[in-house]
């Protein structure tokens, strides 16, 4: 019977910790650590303070191409193949300290995290099997996720021409509607 190494289980441990607290679905856990699922959902529940969600990870590529996920995760995948090629960080690495750069680059810019460490790794896979890839656009030459499938010879990015409705929300909405009536009522007084 084979002994198993301490230190090797201990990095798996180290690893599934750092996943964890990067907000990983356990799936993500399981298919990038040697770990039984039980030690996993332990694991889990004793950094988090609770169970695992539990079912399928939602996620479909369309998500990935809609205009304010398709600009995170243009920046994320950006940043992953810049490690990649000049870091020489492979697998689950790359996607780990990429992620972690994409969050200090939107916490300096006080942005909206749009995308989890789970939504990133599943990212990498959809690029991986070609389902999704990047494109560059004409405008502004920066490179942004798109369709395997679509043509994309003209590509312009949703920064070069944002949608009519981008970043419109009913919170900002909600606000915009409180401020000009506050505004208008200073106005009449």
């Not at 990870?57 to 090629?85: A, C, R």
């Not at 369709?147 to 949608?163: F, N």
Request: glycine share 4%; charged share 20%.
């Amino acid at each position: 019977m084979k002994e198993k190494s301490l230190l090797s289980e201990a990095r798996q441990i180290q690893l599934a910790t750092e996943l964890v607290k990067l907000g990983a679905r356990l799936q993500v856990l399981e298919a990038n650590t040697k770990l039984s699922r039980e030690r996993l959902v332990r694991l889990y529940k004793e950094i988090k303070g609770v169970s695992p969600p539990k079912g399928m990870l939602p996620y479909s590529e369309d998500w990935f191409t809609s205009w304010q996920p398709n600009v995170h995760s243009s920046l994320f995948i950006n940043i992953y193949n810049y490690m990649v090629k000049y870091a020489h960080v492979q697998g689950i690495d790359a996607i780990i300290r990429s992620y972690k750069l994409y969050l200090e680059h939107i916490e300096i810019n006080q942005l909206p995290r749009v995308l989890s460490l789970t939504r990133a790794w599943t990212l990498v896979r959809f690029l991986e099997s070609k389902v999704l890839s990047v494109a560059t656009c004409v405008e502004c030459n920066g490179n942004f996720i798109v369709h395997s499938l679509e043509i994309h010879s003209h590509h312009v990015c949703g920064l070069c021409h944002v949608p009519s409705r981008a970043g419109k929300t009913k919170k900002v909405e909600a606000v915009e509607t409180v401020d000009m009536g506050h505004g208008d009522h200073e106005h009449a007084a």
